[in-house]
């Protein structure tokens, strides 16, 4: 298989141009993939609820609670699948917990 | 000038996994099959290879060795027979689907239970849907050329797929026959250097992960290529096998037609009964009676056109089977040939015998019964009976 160019692969990727076995050239491609589509609940944080305790941030097995600077500013929906563990987590109740449409 | 031996078949097999001096060997003893890594554990001791041997401790084992040293980019071969190739299903199929081109004699061997060491072809039916390609040989010189054939078929780049060569258990394994061995450099040239490409795990230039999650949005377009390469294999096959014999003299295709030119009923088979049944057609033939046979060296990819246009002209078949499948309905190479012949213009009639199973003799004189069987239904016009069973008690 030398002439395999690097390709990402995505959901438009036909047969004759995947991988080979699926072989990935990329490394940390993890990323490239939305656990996000399998949600069916979606965490809503409140900014001005929030007392940047963060102890929301340590438990989402997703690392999908967004900071910069050390503060929490979102949550990341293309990989958050939706388990609630950050709702359980906050202590000040700042999350609203809903139906995904 | 070729060298003329008396070798047995596993002797043959092991020759030929010497000349060609693989990287790595992984494997488990399992009769009938044993004697072929027991010969090749010597060569690596005495030196005559350079094959780094991995003795592990069961053939899943084996094949995942396997698995891991090819994706590394190394030239693998195994062998296995029966229960030790059905332990090895699992990565069987990863092996296929993560396209590493292994070589392995299957040393054809009845499934248990009940417990049983001898031969029928139950083993690599069972695997024919793995996504191996699978060779089969009527003796010991067939099993040698078809080892080495398949290491250039497995590694073409069109292919890259792993192949099986089988040959039947005691019968081929066992048996000494004289043969003709090539020359180990003409060996060597003929597989070449094995170039693995970038795409291997020990390649510091292009990094790469192996063997990934495959999920609904990707894992049929892997599928689909992967039987492209499957069909590619036919021409491949047919390609090598042309080089093969400009080397050898001797010659290969998808499958042998033995009298078949005039034929009015041919037996279809693989492995060594075809040499059986070779006996009966040139009897029938000196009687006059227009007997034909084909002996199906390539199953999988399986010869779907090549077959239909070889038997169309032939007024009744009897495929026989060395394996039931146990659908009630037919052995594995009876469905798939009889399926090849609903395209042809005029449907010969087909019929299938389970024979021999668990080393269950097959003489000249039980083919013989299913020549007459074809002869009756070809001057009647009646078929009494599509699935049969051949030297059962009954
Ligand atoms: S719902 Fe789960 S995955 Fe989403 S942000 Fe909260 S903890 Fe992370
Ligand atoms: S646990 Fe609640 S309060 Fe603490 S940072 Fe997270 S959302 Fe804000």
Redesign the pocket.
Known sequence: MKDNKKVTITTETTWKEITPGGIIYEAGNAHNYKTGEWRSMRPI?NSEK????????PVCPDSS?LLEDGK?VGIDYDHCKGCGV?VE????K??DFVKED | MAIRERLSGNEAVATAMKQINPDVVAAFPITPSTEVPQYFSQFVANGSVDTEFVAVESEHSAMSACVGASAAGARVMTATSANGLALMWEILYIAASSRLPIVMPVINRALSGPINIHNDHSDSMGARDSGWIQLYSEDNQEAYDNIIQAIRIAEHKDVRLPVMVCLDGFIVSHSVENIELLETEKVKEFVGEYDPGLDTLLNPEQPVAMGPLDLPPHYFEHKRQQAEAMKNAKKVILEIAKEFEALTGRKYGLFEEYKMEDAEVAIVVLNSTAGTAKEVVDELREKGVKAGLIKIRVFRPFPVEELRDALKHVKAIAVMDKADSFSAAGGPVFVETRAALYDAETKPVVINYIYGLGGRDVRTNDIMKVYNDLLEIVETGEVKSVYNYLGVRE
């Open positions: 944080w929030c007392k940047q305790c963060l102890l929301c941030f609670i929490v950050c987590a906050c202590p000040f700042v999350f």
